[in-house]
């Protein structure tokens, strides 16, 4: 499976992006997805996941009530809704897979592959 995240930019605190998440490959359905990101000199920190047909979701409680994670099988792509960044909210978010949920939704070791990054960037 690969992965191309899409979507970053530069916003205003309490603004909104939306993050997307393409996969390619024919077995999309079978994996479980998430958003993570990584602020300059911080450690890679789970943001959000969601199951195979979008029945399970998972928030980190700093984003839980303002983003939202979704997943369109079809369209073989995950979003991520943000509503009312915060400057704390920026990052590079990476999207990943997994086949299995190893080590729980949260754990970064659960999953197999990985996008590249997308830059959100919240001014004050």
């Known amino acids: 499976v690969q992965l191309q995240a899409s979507g970053g930019g530069l916003v205003q605190a309490g603004g909104s992006l939306r993050l997307s998440c393409a996969a390619s490959?024919?077995?999309?359905?079978?994996?479980?997805m998430g958003w993570f990101r990584q602020a300059p000199g911080k450690e890679r920190e789970f943001v959000a996941g969601i199951g195979w047909i979008g029945g399970n979701v998972y928030y980190a409680d700093s984003v839980k009530g303002r983003f939202t994670i979704s997943r369109n099988n079809a369209k073989k792509t995950i979003y991520l809704q943000m509503n009312r960044l915060k400057p704390e909210d920026t990052a590079d978010y990476y999207c990943?897979?997994?086949?299995?949920?190893?080590?729980?939704?949260?754990?970064?070791?659960?999953?197999?592959?990985w996008g590249q990054g997308t830059l959100v960037t919240v001014s004050s």
């Open positions: 990943a897979a997994a086949l299995r949920w190893s080590s729980g939704a949260i754990s970064s070791q659960s999953y197999d592959y």
């Open positions: 490959g024919r077995t999309f359905d079978n994996y479980a």
